[in-house]
């Protein structure tokens, strides 16, 4: 499906779920991401699907709905619902607060002292270094070694942030070596 039909059907979905759940259709554009048509004929439905929980949208024709079961798993909680209804002050909030929690991970120095070990596990970067774990792998073992040798760095990044989940922590370090790697791109550098 072209761009411009793409976009045409976000512009009706960001209407129907404003119209029908009071959802900021702000959210819709930067949360849901088009899957594609299913169905036949009078039954033809297009689907979109959350980036983070991968709760769907179904649209046909101007009516919206939201998939509230896939399979064996729930979506659409009264949380997420709530996230998609946040006033566009809650989602500048919301967006300053993501920034200043990546510009503190990017100069603290638990990510300053691991930076290249971090990025030389994606392929993009320069200095990737093939045959290891992928990212998220290489993140999580990086933060249990630093647990268990109780490490203050580690210790203090974990407080700052208020989370203690491994994965979290995982997720967080890596936030700053994507930039780094789209700064890379745009620089013409790497490129594998």
């Known amino acids: 499906m072209s761009p411009a039909k793409i976009n045409e059907l976000f512009d009706v979905l960001r209407a129907a779920c404003a119209r029908q759940f009071g959802f900021n259709p702000r959210r819709i554009t930067t949360g849901m991401r088009y899957v594609g048509t299913e169905g036949h004929g009078k039954n033809l439905v297009h689907t979109f699907r959350d980036a983070g929980t991968h709760s769907q949208i179904v649209l046909k024709g101007t009516f919206a709905s939201l998939r509230e079961t896939r399979g064996d798993k729930p979506h659409w909680t009264d949380a997420e619902k709530n996230h998609y209804q946040n006033t566009d002050a809650e989602i500048d909030a919301e967006i300053a607060a993501k920034q200043a929690e990546l510009d503190f991970t990017r100069n603290c120095p638990l990510y300053q002292d691991h930076r290249e070990k971090l990025l030389s596990h994606y392929k993009e970067w320069p200095g990737y270094k093939a045959g ?16 268990e040798a109780h490490d203050a760095r580690l210790a203090a990044f974990a407080e700052h942030m208020h989370a203690d989940d491994p994965e979290h922590l995982a997720h967080l370090l890596l936030a700053p070596c994507h930039l780094e790697l789209e700064a890379a791109r745009a620089a013409g550098v790497g490129g594998r």
């Open 132 to 147: 290891g774990p992928n990212p998220r792998e290489a993140a999580r073992a990086l933060i249990q070694a630093l647990a």
